[in-house]
């Protein structure tokens, strides 16, 4: 495995040089980068919402509101058609998802039936209209009486065209806004995803995207009071809408429109050259500046109302006929107010209303300090983890951070080319994957050793090192490597960029160990003819221990299950502090423009809003504070209510650094789908341990894991740590940690089974654990430093999920050695129950070979 052909060594060179080109762009400023050549990768990493401020929100179509549309839209068809074709008709009404029409003279009932045929007939739906679906059904109750239902698949295809439109338009508005890479994508059947990075002014975002904006032109009836109109009822064709004023002035609007919004084909904020008013002048079609100019004509001196979502703009009078097909609509605007009112009306109008269901907003200056906190952090962590390989292997250290180091500019590189989003929990991904790589280095050197010790020759214990532990390695990666990959199908937003970048590190972490750090060694052999293994200056496990593990088993399973018992009646007797991805609510970190921040003077504050539960608390400085609101359980628009009142209560005061907002659907949601991540992660690691051991080695490894995962439970519930979704990730990263360490100690029990078949179970165990002991404590206190760095240096924001990552490291290690091992014996694990092993290749050098070429 020591040697190297000429194209190997030019391909894995070539893919590190390629890892670092595409690297570097994160590392230079944006003028160097526009300086290079147009063939030179230019492209950084995306950084997230949580690292460069801006808004995540998610939208979804108001279902009820299309229905309602819908059937308004199929009582006027029917109105028409039996209208044009001279049948008398009555009790005209709609009501759940239908509508109902009963025809006077039974004679005239297949007339009727004809003339609304049109109403059943099946439309084009699908890719390229290659389908075929009919958005009403006919049912007949009676005799006389036609009922009209909207199908089930009739509805489906005016959500999918509802949800394509939504999102033309949306991209629309925000790209009026000027903004860089927004992300606006569909998420399931009925939502969009809105991500705008490095906005600055998120409240402007939400106001944009909040409104339907359907503009409508309509004659104002003057030949009723509209007093008359609000006490009573209102006359045939005509409806109460209100203005924009404060207070609002009522009007008594025509149904009929005269021209709608669909006929504009542009509008700009300009100034009214009379009064230097903020207006927005706009321009008709030819069709909608005919339609225009007959109104005006045939209603001089009359009112025509502006309509904006049932809402009237203004009232103007009309003087003389409007032909020009252009014209302004004043009103009390302000120029961003006209400015924005300009971008709706250039995108166009939604086709149903969008509901905020979720909102993450991130402030810039939040944003650069998680930066900052990041880059410090993960420097801090570099140089813990550098110096730690040094101290323990010497020269073969030097070679294990060199590796190291190509394996983080791989990460970075393949983030950057996919495009990957990098946020706050993605650092937290890469600092563990700098602690995690080290463990490959660790169990190819600690097994170079063992063979070193055994008699072998340098050459051959280098060469069966990395032989042995290569499956062990692979094994290990593979069952974290499963945990990312299911955290990123059923994690959201900052959760799937750890779960990308956890997963990306695990590929290129059995990379740089199986390539780059063989080819080193094996340049290392060639140049420098080493007699000896290298020793580092400091030795941490001594040789050959024989420490008695199984006879503290019964003691360590006394404790595992008190502990694991007592994990599961704190859990269903203390409340655990569920975030708002779980419960639903708002949460707001929020900054003093000026001095200390007062928790006592906010608490107060907030609590005259009627808002029900809030608790406020210092976070991180004396300036800044967390405000947790509970749920209002008043459906998803209310959680917006409750950010609008209290921004307008503390605006003046404060700046508002970070929100989120989950309304109780998506709550509900991210509940399941974070259960249904950790118990689908536990059942493919079985299968996989299953497949590639023995029932006894896939059930002893869940087990373990098992408890690891009450243990993480029962420190949320002991200490109050807000348990959301990174939570989630915490626990499967730590699910995935402690499988690989259990996967450790398990390939080499199966490997001394076969070697030592009349050995006792326990000496057996034993012998395992202490051959594997310096593996189990170098790896944990690598990926212990580094993230002991993330949690002192890394910020507040991420804090608690470091914490319970280094207490998840802690529980994991003990229970690969105390849990999982005394369960084989449990389990009545003999040598008889191994598949027989294969027969191994070695590889066997020549005499006089070298024993590499690089």
Do not use: C
């Not at 819908?70 to 005209?92: C, E, F, M, N, V």
């Not at 203004?314 to 609509?329: C, V």
């Not at 490894?701 to 243990?711: K, N, Y």
Request: proline share 4%.
């Amino acid at each position: 495995m020591l040697y190297f052909s000429r194209w190997k060594t030019i391909s894995i060179w070539a893919v590190v040089l390629l890892g670092v080109l595409f690297s570097l762009p994160n590392m230079l400023p944006q003028s160097a980068l526009d300086a290079l050549p147009d063939w030179a990768p230019k492209r950084p990493m995306t950084l997230g919402l949580d690292l460069q401020g801006g808004s995540h929100i998610l939208l979804a179509i108001d279902e009820q509101d299309l229905v309602n549309e819908r059937l308004q839209a199929t009582r006027d068809d029917i109105r028409t058609l039996l209208r044009d074709a001279k049948i008398g008709y009555t009790g005209l009404s709609g009501s759940g998802h239908s509508v109902q029409v009963r025809i006077r003279d039974a004679a005239e009932l297949q007339k009727a039936k004809e003339a609304l045929a049109q109403l059943t007939q099946p439309i084009n739906s699908g890719l390229f209209g290659t389908g075929v679906v009919s958005e009403l059904s006919l049912q007949e109750p009676e005799p006389g009486l036609l009922r009209y239902t909207l199908t089930e698949d009739g509805l489906q295809h005016r959500l999918n065209n509802a949800v394509t439109q939504s999102i033309q338009v949306i991209e629309r508005r925000v790209n009026e806004l000027g903004t860089t890479e927004p992300i606006i994508q569909r998420q399931g059947g009925d939502r969009i995803l809105v991500q705008v990075p490095g906005l600055q002014d998120p409240q402007r975002l939400k106001e944009i995207l909040g409104q339907t904006a359907k503009l409508t032109f309509q004659m104002v009836n003057m030949s009723a009071s509209v007093q008359e109109a609000i006490e009573g009822r209102p006359p045939a064709g005509s409806s109460v809408l209100y203005s924009m004023d404060d207070p609002p002035v009522p009007y008594l609007i025509e149904d009929r429109v005269i021209v709608s919004g669909e006929n504009l084909v542009d509008a700009q904020a300009t100034f009214d050259q009379r009064t230097n008013e903020p207006v927005v002048s706009f321009r008709f079609d030819a069709k909608g500046a005919t339609r225009f100019g007959q109104a005006t004509q045939q209603n001089v001196g009359r009112l025509f109302a502006i309509i904006l979502d049932k809402q009237v703009i203004s009232a103007p009078r009309i003087n003389e006929p409007i032909l020009g097909g252009s014209g302004q609509i004043s009103g009390n605007f302000t120029p961003q107010s006209a400015n924005d009112l300009a971008v709706l009306l250039r995108a166009g109008a939604l086709p149903a209303d969008l509901t905020i269901v979720e909102e993450r907003t991130v402030g810039p200056s939040l944003g650069a300090d998680s930066i900052a906190a990041g880059k410090f952090a993960s420097i801090i962590a570099g140089i813990l983890v550098v110096g730690f390989m040094l101290a323990a292997y010497g020269t073969l250290g030097v070679i294990a951070n060199i590796a190291l180091m190509a394996n983080v500019a791989l990460i970075i590189a393949i983030l950057s080319v996919l495009g990957a989003t990098l946020t706050m929990p993605g650092i937290a991904g890469i600092v563990l994957t700098v602690g995690m790589a080290v463990d490959s280095n660790v169990i190819i050197y600690e097994r170079v050793r063992e063979e070193r010790r055994s008699g072998r020759s340098l050459v051959q214990s280098l060469d069966s090192g990395f032989q042995r532990a290569l499956a062990t390695i692979v094994d290990a990666n593979f069952t974290t490597f499963i945990a990312a990959v299911i955290l990123f199908y059923l994690g959201s937003g900052p959760v799937r960029g750890f779960a990308v970048t956890l997963a990306i590190g695990i590929i290129t972490t059995v990379f740089t160990a199986f390539t780059l750090t063989r080819w080193m060694i094996a340049l290392w052999l060639k140049k420098m003819r080493p007699k000896e293994l290298p020793n580092g200056m400091i030795r941490f496990i001594p040789n050959d221990t024989k420490i008695g593990f199984m006879s503290l088993r019964r003691y360590a399973f006394v404790i595992s299950a008190a502990l694991s018992i007592a994990a599961v009646v704190l859990f269903f007797s203390i409340e655990m502090n569920y975030g708002i991805d779980f419960r639903g609510g708002t949460s707001i970190e929020v900054q003093a423009k000026q001095g200390a921040a007062d928790s006592g003077d906010v608490r107060s504050r907030l609590g005259d809003l009627n808002l029900g539960d809030v608790q406020v608390q210092e976070f991180g400085s004396d300036r800044e504070l967390l405000i947790r609101i509970e749920g209002q359980q008043a459906g998803d628009n209310a959680e917006q209510s409750v950010v609008e009142k209290v921004r307008s209560e503390l605006a003046a005061d404060y700046d508002f650094r970070r929100v989120e907002s989950v309304g109780p659907t998506v709550s509900s949601e991210l509940a399941w789908y974070g259960t249904m991540g950790v118990l689908a992660s536990m059942v493919a690691m079985l299968i996989y341990i299953w497949f590639r051991f023995e029932w006894q080695f896939g059930l002893g490894a869940i087990i373990s894991t098992i408890h690891d995962v009450t243990m993480m439970v029962m420190l949320y519930v002991l200490s109050g740590l807000e348990f959301n979704l990174t939570s989630i990730a915490a626990i499967l990263t730590i699910v995935g940690y402690s499988i690989n360490d259990t996967v450790v100690v398990y390939d080499r029990v199966r490997e001394n089974l076969r070697k030592y078949k009349k050995m006792p179970i326990e000496q057996l165990l034993d012998l395992s654990m202490n051959q594997t002991l310096s593996r189990t404590i170098l790896t944990g206190v690598t990926t212990l430093l580094a993230l002991i760095a993330l949690y002192l240096f890394g910020g507040e924001v991420i804090r608690s999920f470091t914490f319970a990552m280094i207490f998840g490291i802690l529980v994991g290690t003990y229970s690969s050695v105390f849990v999982a091992g005394p369960l084989l014996i449990l389990f009545k694990l003999r040598p008889e129950n191994l598949a027989p092993e294969k027969p191994e290749q070695q590889t066997i050098l020549p005499p006089g070979a070298e024993p590499s070429k690089t």
